[in-house]
């Protein structure tokens, strides 16, 4: 079981890297839409963290996308800080470890099945890139 303390520093962290992403993409909107937008970009943080995300999806920013998904996993990480799962694989069950927690504290996978996943991913995208086709789901007719 979590302690208290434990549980409070992680929240602490987690809000921490929320806040060092919310700041980069606030920059990068910055950069893209220039320096007349600050006043609309301010206030949108003021009206929640929607406003900006919306913002952000108009500009077509790359780098703002990626950083939004990113936010969306930092919730989920404090989502299942709360009900008491957070550093359980969603795969296999088992701890997290804490190295990889460290490393990046929105885990959801342990490094074992992380590695399978992505295995799988490069196989996926070989199979699209050479047009063969997706084998049948286990129990599914031919």
């Not at 997290?96 to 099945?113: D, G, H, N, T």
Request: hydrophobic share 35%.
């Amino acid at each position: 079981m979590m302690t208290k303390k434990k549980k409070e520093a992680l929240r602490k962290m987690l809000v921490e890297k929320k806040r060092e992403v919310w700041n980069d993409i606030k920059e990068k909107l910055f950069e893209q839409l220039g320096k007349e937008y600050r006043k609309e970009i301010d206030a949108a943080l003021d009206e929640g963290d929607k406003a900006l995300a919306d913002l952000a999806e108009e500009t077509g920013l790359t780098i703002v996308n990626i950083r939004k998904d990113m936010l969306e996993k930092i919730d989920h990480a404090i989502e299942k800080l709360d009900q008491g799962t957070y550093g359980i694989c969603e795969d296999c069950g088992i701890e997290i470890s804490e190295q990889r927690l460290k490393a990046v504290p929105f885990a959801v996978y342990c490094i074992e099945c992380k590695q399978k996943r992505e295995e799988l991913e490069q196989i996926e995208q070989e199979r699209e890139q050479f047009g063969a086709p997706t084998p049948p789901e286990v129990g599914e007719e031919i």
